[in-house]
Every structure is written in structure tokens, then in C-alpha cells.
């Protein structure tokens, strides 16, 4: 382990240790057949030279494939570390019972026929966890192809690929919920030569899950990368605890999580919720902690790759070398898209290369042109000109097909060897055709090889985000709020301004009057032209049953405005009760309606929204959402994500809205939905109408708020 | 040719034939050194079996590789269709008037040191492109990298590249505008095993175009697909010329186009042309002919070689067929997201399938489970299943790493071979890892085979598209509008209203009154609150200058209205002309505020633009863009394609708007700008009010016609 982790996280470490890298590993149901789900493990850890103890569980047989075998756990009677299944669901209670009575640490359940059948297959699986849970040993599975550990040449795993050929051994960790694209994924790592540490698959995950293998990997120093399948996550908090751990290892983490066109499948009731669909949240989630998303298998394993042989850049500048002004011109597009910052080369270097090739175009891109075919110096000489004067973090270097050519490759080779050398903190990626072997010489010296240009491109800016957002992991707010219990209801209006007013949200002025004459009162107090709203929990929307009057301007306005209020709502909800009325000033043109919200995600928990209001959120669903808890510098960011956020900074010459406020305002809602815990269920306020400054920075005008009865708290 | 096509056209072709594919070569400038340019295409079409004569020019010479050479063109004594110029530019013009004399179709130019190098090499290029044009001799290059035939073996270039390896023969026709590119993709290509007709590379395109090569291609039996890559374009209207001829051919053509962030670059001085750079009208026109613009160069290829292979589906529905669980919804996820119509499988169908694997899921996806490693048969036997009861048009087969299993091999070959050999118009792809060879093999036997079942998918909604599009050609306006001659200047807003409104389009009722008495009356007789504007060639912001005055309602607030208007603009701009005030009726609140414009593109000349109004356009650059003419079911297209279109269609509650009304003011509006030609410079209808058809539809409320000097007809 690289770091020193504490206390449980320590111990839950510890365990998965003696799982994932045992000293040594008994086969339940081991077979003498290699083709057998009992004999594949075997085969593999004798054939590929395991070095810890293999011991062979066969009540039936004295030896297994020429090795001792034992009637049962208990009988080998030396410490056994890891026990995989390789057994019928029937013997599995039996064969667990006797791990934990063995003091096995942990159990690698290929098994079938549990939770993915049905319910009682679930029962089964509930039954088997519990009584792992109270003997102590941790269990991968059931039904999952099991893990390899591809250093040690252990293979926990019955799958067939490692018999057409076994991974290279590297630095990346690979962690996938299905069995069937974990065997994929092993094949395209062994066509595409991606060294991988680990290879894990967790099945039903009926005690170990993604998120404990991630956090495992996250502090194992044999791995530099991770890669991560996901079809869903039951533990929120696990999954960003796991994720912190490598971001806090600064290890690059590349998520493959399918699902993404489910959004708003799960909409739940409240309207902010409908606008934010489930999917969202994983990208939410995942940006947070600096995961690269991947939106394919190419990408999936492009940007780990990358990552693994090219570290991660300083920061987002890029140099771009090219013998092909039109290719320059395709990287230079796919760059400024990408946000990568192609700062032109200083003058100086720029007559340094225009004396070289007058006919080069020397600004970033450089376009050195066909006279590289005269010339081969000419790409060395460039590069370190481009490094050395135009400081690029990154460099990629477009040499068309020069790789194919016999006679080239030396120069690759002592290009490649002397910029690594010279430049060790510089990532340099090339894109030229070569054949596999030769692909892999020079990534084995470090440097990222493509053959689409603009891939290399997208790659470099996928790992500069990573970088920056390793570099920059997420400051939660200073101290947390008080907790907080919310009411199992729909708060009404009234209540809902000042549980958010509590909380330091800066709310519209209001007054509940019961009376016209409370309401004259009250407005008479405001002092400007007001709004009557019903207030009642039975009136959802108050609007369509006439319970809102608008601009009502002095006392008889006011009583006037008061009696129709009431005798629409009497007409159209006769049955409603009533909490009374509320009086509120008429909303400042000036300002621009956003939307501030709160929806508790059933996995992830809190999560805060915020979006430009009206047509902007209801019809071009700009909303953007991060997890809470949100810092002040995450709320600004927040704000700048929205497409339409050039309003609020005052495009159209409009006076600027008082973002500082506005980002105050988000952090605050954040804050009061941690406090609130699992009795919050939403936060609408809807508008918040944001102002400039000078017309006092802006306010809560209407907000609903949703308690809700906390979950009954698992057994630890 | 496949076609006849008619005089100008059937010209222009058969002359390029006998360039493109010639029955006699001369290469001037002919060497025995192999490796030098003058030796490369005679030692090529020597060493690869050209069937045509090769004719050496070279006066120094008898014979250059062992052919008989000639001191000059005119001395062969025989027609030549095509000459090689492998000569330095001082002797190119020498050599074309030889060429002229000697009566050879067409030359390639190789020679580089013309317009690439400044104006005195534009100069020289002009003169060498006027003796061509007066002589009858079509011109490739200079600066050109050359072409190949490669069904005929004809290497008319200097590209070392055939050296390594030649491409395989295909139906593919590829046309670059730069030698570096050209050369690159000619290595991708072979090392892909994509098959190619004919690669060509335009150079500084003195003559022959880039244009003039997909027009021939278009026609060319050999070609089935067309792939380009372009930098720019100088003849706009014969780019779309030969598009559309490709279109006609129903030929999928795929192009990358460099520049994309180019966009906005070049903005002209209106408002609108600000709104839409210059790359988006190449988006646009591309868009008009069912071009597929690739965003890089795996999509260039991939789709390219996907058409090739699989042709084109019938529509856009698609049947998923996995073996695991998650790559479906991964594939799905994409299908989803590019458009494709993932209908479920009927009934009885899925009941079947569950009669085969009782936990399989039959919808669509298919995920028939990792129960295909217990019965292979279960491939087919779905797969035919699908075909038949799904009725989808494609089919993807996502079948993991079972490629790389030898004993899988029979199995895949068979699959292909009976589903291609019963489901000819079906297009079909599967997704597995397999050896080059392998992957060749069930390509040629038409099945695409992509490892990235994500790409899959991508490439079966790219070929759905091209589908669409090749069988829905653009149908161009019924009848042109007579032809109108616009003033080279700038319309005031009653000179622009009155030209659109003649042009049949919507315009806001008006009058263009001298005084307050005129104002009074104009207003009375309008009957409705009215808003003034000063009228002046010299006021662009007339907000600013004080030169609106709104709602004005009866004569005394009109009178008083017109007094302050006058005495505002006065004091703000005296020096203006003044050319009256407009008396206009006050704009319907409930009405959607659109901008419709037109902007003179210098390549591509009118195109016609729609977006929704303000915020819409000016800060989410939410804005369409159509090369005129534009139809009706163009102009409803553009107003869907806008992404807060949904506004216009009742969001929020609101009535829609007559969007048929709007559609019609789109084609009066593109009509205008064809009868207009190149007199015109830009419209600026915004706002276009849109509102619903029981509120009249909407009007033009503010507009701006600019007309400009037409071009000197350049001689043809």
C-alpha cells in the first residue's frame, strides 16, 4: 500500500489484500479436467507459474492436475488466504460455512443461479452474505467470472481468454460489473498491448462491489490507472469515497457506465427531478471526483492507455507539429474544440524555423511540409524549438505515413528515445502508421502513438481534464451545517421560504394574512405594488385554480384582489383546506429567473441544480447538477455551465447580475440540504430572480420544499 | 459512364476521361533513375502492368527505361491522351505549348513554384492555365501530387507510396486537395485493406478542381462511393453542380472538411452573417446533397468503406443482437442517441427467443446470454428471427471476443454467407475482435465487421442518413421568380418592407409619414396603439439615437411622440438625413420573435437563415442555415432543426404559431434572394413576429435589405 489508510478503510483494505494478491488459494470443486470451471484456475496457475500456494478442494480425489487436493477447507489445516467456488449453487452454504470455520479470508464465487435468477435466488445470496459477514470473510461474486492478478500470475477466474493469449503486465487496474464485457475487454487489451495489473469482474456483488475494488486499487502501487465498467451503483457514498481515494492517489480513473439515454426515465415527482434524469447524475458524480467518462470502448481504453504511457501534462497547452498543412489545420480544429490552448510559438523560434523552411508556416501549428522527406533532422530540430521556446505541456508530432517506411524508423526511434531523455516532464504523442510491434517500442519509451490525428488530439485533452481535475480536487464547504430535520410533507409556501431563509437563502419579503384586512396591512408594509398567493397543501398548482392575483397597487386594490382570490379558489377547489394568503411584493423586472433546486438522488443522494429559468430549463433542459456538498468556487463553476449563463453576466446589455450572490445562494442550498440529511427529498425555488447589485443582488420569489421520512438505517 | 449526360456536362466528362482514364501516357521529363519524380510513374506502370502506352519524352534521351523515348510531345506522331509533366517550372510552358500542338487531352502537373509560392508564381500559374484553356488542354496541378487509376494500373504521380504495398482495387474514388493527405490516406487505405477506384490529388487547381473530379467520379461506373477531402473552394455553385450529381448517381459521398472553428472568422459587417461563419455554410450545402461530413479521418474512412461494403440501408430501423447484457445497452445508448429506430421484436417473436434461453432478453436489444458458447446455433437462428419478424432494414451482431476463438471461424463465415445469400437488402455488421485477413474476408463477402460495437452503430445511423438523403433529393423551388436588380446600397426600413412585401412575404402594416399631422392620420388609420421610428440612411441604432418612441395611443400621445422623436434625433445625430418617420402598429405581446435573414456567401452565394429571435440567436447561436433555393419541406426542416423550435409548437402552453405561414415566408424569402442574384448583399428580417394562425401568423416587423454592385462576369 502507498499511503497509510485509517482505521476501517485500513482494515477493509487489509482483507481485499489477502483476496486480490493471496499468499495462497484453494479451488473448491477443483477439477482434473482443464476445460472445466474447476480446472481452468488450476491449469492456468500451474501453466503460467503462480507463485503462491495452489490447494486443490476435492472430497472425491487425492490429487487434482498433480497436486494434493483436500477433502475440504478445514482439512488443509495451513492458513488459506483466498478460496475460489467453483461449485453448484446446492454445495455453496455448505462450502462457505466451511471457509469461515477454516478462517479463509476471502471467497471468489463463480456460482450461478443466485439474485440474477429471481427472488428466492436473491434470498439465497442474502443468506450466504449474512453468514460471511458474521464469519469475517469477504466474498467476490456470486456469479462473476472471478479476478486475475496479472503480475503474480494468479487466475481466480474460469474464463477462457487468457488461453489465446495472456495480457501484457501493466499499470492499469481493470474493474467491470459484467462478466461477459470483462472477457472483452481482456481480449482487446491483449490485441491493443495495454498492460493491465488487475483484471476484476463483480457479479452480483452480494458483499464486494465496484466501489471496494476501485478504493482498492486506488492504494495498490502496482497501478497507475483505472478502468472502471459500471451498469449501476446501489452505494452512493461508497462510489465517491472510492473515487476520492484516486483522486487523492492522483491516479487517473476512465468509466465506462452504460445507461446514458435512461435519463429521465426515472423522473420522480417534483418538477426539478424530471429535468435531471439518473444518468445525469453518474456525470455529475463522476466530474466531481475527475473521472474521465468515456462515451465508448475506444475511447475506454484510449485514454487509460494514454494515461498510462504518457503520465498527464502540466497543464492544457499544446504544440502541434505536422509535415500536412491541411492535417495541421484538422488537429488545430479538433484542439480548439477541445479547449486546449494553442498558444502561438515566440517570435524568435518562429524566424528560427522560417530560416529552416522558408516556405513553413512556424505558428502553432507548425507546418514543417514535405521537406522532412529531404530533411529528417528537421523534426527533432522542431520539436525540441517547440519545447524549449514555445513551452508546450503537450506535444504531438504528425509524421502521415513516414512510419511505414523501412529506412524511417531510426529516426523515430532516436526521436522518440532523445525527447524523453531531454523532456521527461512533457507529454509527446506521435500519429503515424506502424506496424504493432513497432507501436509498442516507442510506447514502451513513453510516448503515445496514434494513427488518426485527431484522436491523439482528443486523447491530450481528455488528459489534460483529467490533470486539472486531479490537481484541483473539490474543497467541500468549510464546516457543515447543523443537521436538520424536515417535516415528512410538502412544505407550503410560507414554511418553505422560511426553512430556505433559515438557511441563509435570501428569500422574497412576505407576510400570511388570514384576512383582507391583513392583507391591506401587510402590503401597506411592503410599500409597493404586490401579489396575492392562496397558500394550501391541497392546491398544487395555484395559478390554474385562480389562487394567484397579480400587481395589486394600493388598499382597495388589495381588498379587491383579496375577495376574488377567494372566491375563485372557493369555486374551483371547494375542497381545499386553507393555511391562508400570502403578500408578496410584484418581482423586479429587472432580473433574470433562474432556478435553484435540490432532488435526493436514491443513490447518490443530494444533489443541487441550478439552470436559467423558464424556456431555458423546460425547453432546453440547461440545467447543470453536482453533488452536494457544492464550495463556493463549484457554485460559480455551476453558474458558467449553463449555456445561457452570458444572460446573467450581461449579455444583451443588461446590466450584470450579482453572480457572487448567486453562487453564495447555491452554496447555501447545498448546505442546507446536508444538514437536512435523508429528510429532504427536494428544494424547487423557482424563480430565484437574480438582480444586479445595485437592485440588491436578487431573491427566492416562490419555493416548494419536500420533507420526507428518513431511510431506516441498515445494520453496519 | 453509367449515364448520359447532356452537352456542357457530357463535354467536360468525356475529356476528364481521357485524363482519368487514358489509353496513352506520356511522361515528359521521363528518367531511368526509378526514384526520381521523371522515373517513378514509368518505372510504376512498368513494374504494376499498365495495359495503355507509356510514352517517354525526353530530348537528352533515346530510351528511358528501356521504352523508347521522344524529344517532344509533338514528336510521338501519335494522339496522347495524357501527359506527365515531371519538369521544374521554368520549362512547364515550353512543354504545355507542345502539348497543345501535339493535341493531348490533358496534363498533370507535378511542378510545384506556382500561385503556393506568391503573386509572380499566381502570375505564371495564370498564363500556363490561358495557354491551357485556348489550347483545349485540361490541366491537374500544378503542385499535385498526380492521381492513379487503380483498376488499370495507371500511376500518374510521384508518390513513392504504391512502393510499400499497393491498395487493393475497390469502388471507392478518393479526390484530396493536398498531396500530403492524399499520400497518408493512400497508406490508410491499404493498410485497412479499403479498395479504391481512383486516387486523386487537385494541387493548386489551376484547372481541374476538386469539383470537376466528384462530378466525374459521380459518373464513373467503376465509383460507387466517393470520398474527399477538401480545404476550400473558389466555384461554389459547380462544387454543388457535381454534389448533386453524385446525388443523382445515388453515390454516398464523405468528405472532411477542414477549418471547422474557422467559423466566425470571416464575419461580414451585418448582424446576421456574424451569426453563421463561413464553415457552417459548408456544413449547410454539404447537408443539401446527403454529404456525410466526417469529423475525422477513422469516420472518413469508416463510413466510406461501410458504404462500400453494406451499401446503404431502407431505413432507419436497426435489430441489436449481443451476448452481453451491457455492450446491448451500450449500443443501445448510441442507437438512441444517433436517431435509429430500435423497435422492440413482436410478441411472438420474443416468446420464442425465450423458449431458446429462457433468461435471454428479447426485445431489442437481443441478448441471447453467454448461452451461445453452450450452442452457436443460436446466432443464426436469431439473427434470422430478427430479420424476418423484426423487420429491421440493419442488423448488428455484438458477439465479443468469439473472433479470436479458431473454432468460432466456421461459425462466423457460415452466419455471413447464409444471411447475406437470404437477406441481400438487409445491411449487416458484427462487432468482434478478428485478424485482419479474417475481417477482410467477411467484409468481401459484405458484411461490415467493426471491434467497436459503439462504431457499429455510429456507422448504420451514418449510412441511414446518406440513405435518406440520397432518396430524398432537395426539390429546388417550382418556378425561379423573375430576376430583380437590387440598388447597391443600403434599403431603408420602408424601402426593405416594401421589397419583401412585393416579394410575397408578411410585412407589418406601415406608413412613412413627413410630419405630425401625417403621423396622426397614418396612426388613426392604423386604429391601434402605434410605435414610431425614424427612417435615415444615416442612423443604423435608432434605439440609441433616440429614434423610437412605443405605444402610442390617440392622436394627442402620438402628436406628442412624433415632437420628441424629432427633437431627441436632432440633438443626438444632426447631421443625419432624415427621410421621414415610420408609423407602425404596436407589435402582438403573444407573438414569438424569429429572425429570418439571407447572407450572401462569396463561395456559395444566398443562404437563407432562421432562428428564434434575441436570446435564442445572440447568445445560444441557435440559427439554421440553408443554401437557396429553399422548398417548403426545407423551410418546415429548418424550423424543426432550430433547437428552441419547440417554443413555436406550443411549449409553455402557449398557441403555436402558424408554422406553415412561417415556412411559406422562409421559400418567398429565399426566392427573393435567387431573383436577386448577386445584387443582393443580405436580408435582415428580426424580428419576424411568429404567432398563431388565429392572431394572422405574424409579420416582418423590423427589416434591412442591403444590395450590392453584381460581380464582373468573369469570361467563361
Not at 488459506?80 to 470455520?101: C, G, K, N, T, Y
Not at 375563485?568 to 377547489?573: E, I, K, L
Not at 394568503?581 to 423586472?589: E, T, W
Not at 424547487?684 to 437592485?695: G, T
Amino acid at each position: 500500500m502507498s499511503d497509510k489508510p485509517q482505521n476501517d478503510t485500513g482494515q477493509r483494505l487489509q482483507t481485499l489484500s489477502a483476496i486480490f494478491a493471496p499468499r495462497s488459494v484453494a479451488v473448491v470443486g477443483a477439477s482434473d479436467t482443464v476445460s472445466k470451471i474447476g480446472g481452468i484456475p488450476v491449469d492456468f496457475m500451474k501453466r503460467f507459474g503462480y507463485a503462491g500456494r495452489v490447494l486443490p478442494v476435492n472430497p472425491k480425489q487425492t490429487t487434482v492436475q498433480g497436486l494434493p487436493a483436500f477433502p475440504s477447507l478445514q482439512a488443509i489445516g495451513e492458513p488459506v488466504d483466498l478460496a475460489i467456488f467453483a461449485i453448484p449453487a446446492s454445495l455453496s452454504r455448505a462450502a462457505l460455512e466451511d471457509a469461515v470455520a477454516a478462517g479463509v479470508k476471502g471467497v471468489v464465487m463463480f456460482t450461478s443461479g443466485f439474485a440474477e435468477t429471481g427472488d428466492d435466488g436473491a434470498g439465497q445470496q442474502a443468506e450466504l452474505t449474512a453468514i460471511a459477514r458474521r464469519g469475517g470473510v469477504r466474498l467476490l461474486g456470486p456469479n462473476c467470472l472471478g479476478f486475475m492478478n496479472v503480475g503474480e500470475q494468479l487466475y481466480a477466474t474460469f474464463s477462457p481468454a487468457p488461453a489465446s493469449g495472456q495480457v501484457r503486465h501493466g499499470p492499469i487496474g481493470l474493474v467491470s460489473q459484467s462478466g461477459a464485457f470483462g472477457a472483452y475487454a481482456y481480449a482487446l487489451a491483449r490485441e491493443r498491448g495495454i498492460g493491465l495489473s488487475h483484471w476484476i469482474t463483480t457479479g452480483n456483488e452480494a458483499d464486494i462491489d465496484f466501489a471496494d475494488c476501485v478504493e482498492w486499487l486506488a492504494h495498490d502501487p502496482q497501478t497507475r490507472v483505472i478502468m472502471g465498467y459500471m451498469e449501476g451503483c446501489r452505494n452512493g457514498p461508497r462510489l465517491r469515497q472510492a473515487l476520492a481515494a484516486a483522486q487523492a492517489a492522483r491516479k487517473p480513473v476512465v468509466i465506462v457506465k452504460v445507461g446514458r439515454t435512461e435519463a429521465g426515465a426515472k423522473a420522480a415527482a417534483s418538477h426539478t427531478a424530471a429535468l435531471a434524469g439518473n444518468d445525469a447524475v453518474y456525470d455529475a458524480v463522476f466530474r466531481e471526483y475527475g473521472v474521465h467518462r468515456a462515451k465508448d470502448i475506444t475511447e475506454f481504453f484510449g485514454v487509460a492507455a494514454a494515461a498510462a504511457i504518457g503520465g498527464l501534462p502540466r497543464d492544457a497547452s499544446l504544440g502541434l507539429f505536422t509535415v500536412s498543412g491541411g492535417v495541421g489545420v484538422l488537429m488545430a480544429d479538433e484542439a480548439s474544440q477541445a479547449g486546449l490552448d494553442l498558444r502561438p510559438m515566440p517570435d524568435t523560434a518562429q524566424a528560427t524555423i522560417r530560416e529552416w523552411v522558408p516556405f513553413a508556416a512556424p505558428t502553432n501549428p507548425v507546418d514543417i511540409t514535405g521537406q522532412v522527406t529531404n530533411d529528417a533532422t528537421l523534426i527533432e530540430r522542431t520539436a525540441r524549438l517547440m519545447l524549449d521556446q514555445g513551452g508546450y505541456a503537450s506535444w504531438i508530432g504528425f509524421l502521415a505515413a513516414a512510419g511505414t517506411a523501412e529506412r524511417f524508423w531510426p529516426v523515430l526511434e532516436s526521436l522518440v528515445t532523445n525527447l524523453r531523455r531531454d523532456y521527461p516532464d512533457k507529454l509527446l504523442a506521435l500519429s503515424t502508421l506502424l506496424t504493432p510491434a513497432r507501436r509498442q517500442a516507442l510506447e514502451a519509451l513513453g510516448c503515445m502513438v496514434f494513427s488518426e490525428p485527431t484522436e491523439a488530439v482528443r486523447t491530450v485533452s481528455a488528459l489534460a481534464r483529467l490533470a486539472q481535475r486531479l490537481d484541483a480536487p473539490v474543497v467541500p464547504a468549510d464546516e457543515p451545517a447543523p443537521p436538520l430535520s424536515l417535516p415528512a410533507r410538502v412544505l407550503n409556501e410560507p414554511e418553505s421560504l422560511a426553512a430556505l431563509a433559515q438557511a441563509g437563502l435570501r428569500v422574497v419579503p412576505h407576510a400570511l394574512v388570514h384576512s383582507a384586512d391583513e392583507a391591506v396591512a401587510a402590503a401597506g408594509h411592503l410599500g409597493s405594488a404586490v401579489v396575492l398567493k392562496i397558500v394550501s397543501a391541497d392546491i398544487l398548482h395555484k395559478s390554474d385554480a385562480g389562487g394567484v392575483v397579480l400587481n395589486l397597487q394600493g388598499a382597495e386594490a388589495v381588498r379587491d384582489g383579496y375577495a376574488r382570490l377567494m372566491a375563485a379558489v372557493h369555486q374551483n377547489v371547494p375542497q381545499a383546506r386553507l393555511d391562508g394568503v400570502l403578500v408578496a411584493p410584484m418581482v423586479d423586472r429587472h432580473g433574470t429567473e433562474c432556478l435553484l433546486g435540490v432532488q435526493r438522488d436514491p443513490v447518490f443522494g443530494p444533489m443541487v441544480m441550478f439552470g436559467l429559468g423558464g424556456v431555458f430549463v423546460e425547453t432546453l433542459h440547461d440545467v447543470v447538477l453536482r453533488p452536494a456538498p457544492v464550495g463556493l468556487d463549484q457554485a460559480h463553476e455551476m453558474i458558467r455551465a449553463t449555456k445561457a449563463h452570458a444572460l446573467l453576466a450581461g449579455a444583451r446589455g443588461r446590466e450584470p447580475a450579482d453572480l457572487d450572490l448567486l453562487a453564495q445562494q447555491i452554496v447555501a442550498l447545498s448546505r442546507f440540504a446536508v444538514a437536512c440529511g435523508d429528510t429532504l427529498e427536494s428544494v424547487d425555488i423557482n424563480p430565484f430572480m437574480a438582480l444586479p447589485a445595485s437592485r440588491g443582488g436578487g431573491c427566492a420569489v416562490d419555493a416548494v420544499v419536500i420533507g420526507r421520512a428518513p431511510d431506516e438505517q441498515e445494520p453496519a
